[in-house]
């Protein structure tokens, strides 16, 4: 019989995500008799917790100093840090599987039910609000936890795009790329992705900047 645990690693949870599971973790703690010996203890953890959702809420408005970043960055991973220590002790202390989940952690997937995101049906720009700038959008994918999208602005000897740097976002619809020239064509790509891995990338989308 397959023994329950808590998933302890949450790196691959994205700043707003990781904000919403520190608020859920603290919130299910703060009153649970379950676990009295907690190591390390709530009045230890909830700190770490609070620090980093109120950074995190300064950066998420844009208008966030470098100064303001770098402590965000150093309030993640000590919650990081933090979250795996008391997942791990948890999953030392108790194999009731009631008992794990009423701290608010999220359970390790049975490996039969656990599988990779669907692949992205399709991927279209469109013209931005202002110059310099055009919208992707592409259809939701099943299993998808967030999506990672490159541009390419030219191609190589064979045709084909030379791709930019990957970026990710949360969201497949309103999806705003900035810096771009006038009178240039751009193609871009998404694929989506989960803990268990990444979707292969969609079909090449095509849009001309003009304005």
């Not at 703060?30 to 009295?36: A, C, S, V, Y």
């Not at 100064?67 to 108790?94: G, H, M, P």
């Amino acid at each position: 019989m397959r023994t329950p645990k808590l998933i302890t690693n949450y790196n691959h949870l994205n700043d707003s995500d990781l904000a919403s599971f520190a608020t859920r973790t603290a919130d299910a703690l703060r009153t649970n008799t379950n676990f009295p010996d907690m190591v390390p203890a709530f009045a230890d953890f909830e700190p770490l917790a609070l620090d980093y959702i109120a950074k995190q809420a300064i950066t998420a408005s844009g208008r966030a100093s470098g100064q303001q970043k770098e402590e965000k960055d150093e309030a993640r991973k000590a919650l990081l840090k933090s979250l795996r220590a008391v997942a791990s002790y948890i999953n030392n202390f108790t194999d009731v599987s009631s008992i794990q989940l009423s701290s608010g952690f999220y359970p390790v997937a049975d490996p039969k039910a656990l599988q990779g995101p669907d692949p992205v049906e399709w991927i279209k720009f469109r013209q931005g609000r202002l110059p310099g700038e055009m919208i992707l959008d592409w259809a939701a994918a099943n299993g998808a936890k967030e999506y990672e999208y490159t541009i390419a602005d030219a191609v190589d000897g064979e045709g084909q795009p030379i791709w930019g740097d990957i970026r990710r976002s949360s969201r497949s619809k309103g999806v705003i790329v900035t810096g771009l020239e006038n009178r240039t064509e751009y193609r871009a790509r998404v694929r989506s992705r989960n803990i268990k891995g990444e979707s292969a990338w969609s079909t090449v989308a095509t849009g001309f900047t003009s304005w």
